[in-house]
């Protein structure tokens, strides 16, 4: 473990952009934070780096000028001085929600139902994936669907408690709700 200790790490959306923002405590011997996004929450790509400041408690802010139109995950890469590595939890911004599905139950102990209400389903084809909040991927799964009120359902037993992102990819629209596991 690196010398931080976070207070917080959220976002929110500002306009057409996405703000970042963290407050540190304890930093000793940092580098910088490589702020990092990603459009599917597995697949992350730096888009910007804020220098330390190794004091006793920091505030930082980002903003992300060109964010995507439906889902945009961000993380922190955390590099010290010895260029050893960390990584922040996973957060999520939803730029609009073009497209809505319903998840329940919510919490859940084992099986969670998908439902695809009202979500465009011009190919039939959809892909969704579970993943915990340092973007691990824990079920992923791709399904031709035959009307568009299908529910799907996707067995969770195995996975810890937790929270989760579950995201369903339509003709390349995301969308992203979360579900906690019990």
């Known amino acids: 473990a690196l010398n931080v200790d976070f207070l ?8 057409l952009n996405n703000e970042v923002k963290w407050a540190t405590t304890n930093e000793k011997n940092l ?3 490589d702020v990092e996004h990603s459009m ?8 910007g780096v804020a220098v330390a400041k190794n004091s006793a408690e920091n505030k930082y802010t980002f903003i992300h000028d060109q964010p995507a139109t439906n889902s945009n995950y961000y993380r ?3 590099v010290d001085a010895e260029e050893k590595i960390s990584y922040s939890e996973v957060i999520f911004l939803a730029r609009k929600d073009k ?3 319903a998840i329940f139950p919510n919490p ?6 998908i439902n695809l209400v009202g979500m465009p389903l011009q190919d039939n084809l959809v892909s969704y994936s579970i993943t915990d909040m340092s ?5 992923q799964n791709n399904i031709t669907v035959t009307t568009k009120n299908e529910i799907l359902t996707a067995d969770m037993t195995s996975l810890p408690i937790g929270m989760y992102f579950v995201q369903v990819n ?10 906690v596991k019990q």
């Open 108 to 113: 859940t102990k084992s099986e969670l139902n």
């Open 135 to 139: 973007g691990k991927v824990w079920l």
């Open 76 to 78: 922190l890469k955390i």
């Open 40 to 47: 599917d929450g597995i697949s992350f790509t730096k888009i």
């Open 99 to 101: 497209n809505n599905f």
């Open 170 to 179: 339509i003709n390349g629209d995301f969308s992203v709700q979360k579900v």
């Open 31 to 33: 580098l910088q934070y």
């Open 8 to 15: 917080s790490f959220d976002g929110q959306i500002v306009g």
